[in-house]
């Protein structure tokens, strides 16, 4: 079973949040799981035209910076985003995200 590791969100920078989000298939990723906040994706259920070595990179940025987490659930790897605890270090990111 893979193990996903998790920055603590008191070590999630505005930096890195940012860099994170400068790619566009990963604010892509971002808005599509924000469009349905209450229920986790396998990476797979998100319309991305990439290769999965690629989508897995783009997760792996996204889940280092601090934005998403990531559960396994049987076979699946679940993620969602870290909506309440980045809204509390970052207020306002989440709208910002979903208006642009």
């Known amino acids: 079973m893979?193990?996903?590791r998790h920055p603590e969100i008191k070590?999630?920078?505005l930096a890195d949040v940012?860099?994170?989000l400068a790619d566009p298939c990963r604010i892509k990723i971002v808005r599509h799981l924000l469009n349905e906040p209450e229920r986790p994706f396998a990476c797979n259920e998100i319309p991305l035209r990439i290769a999965k070595a690629t989508r897995s990179h783009h997760f792996d940025v996204l889940r280092t910076s601090g934005l998403i987490q990531t559960r396994v659930e049987g076979t699946k790897s679940l993620t969602s985003l870290r909506?309440?605890?980045?809204?509390k270090r970052f207020p306002g990111l989440w709208k910002l995200i979903s208006r642009s």
């Open 2 to 4: 893979k193990k996903y």
């Open 11 to 13: 070590n999630v920078t």
């Open 18 to 20: 940012m860099q994170a």
């Open 83 to 87: 909506q309440a605890e980045i809204e």
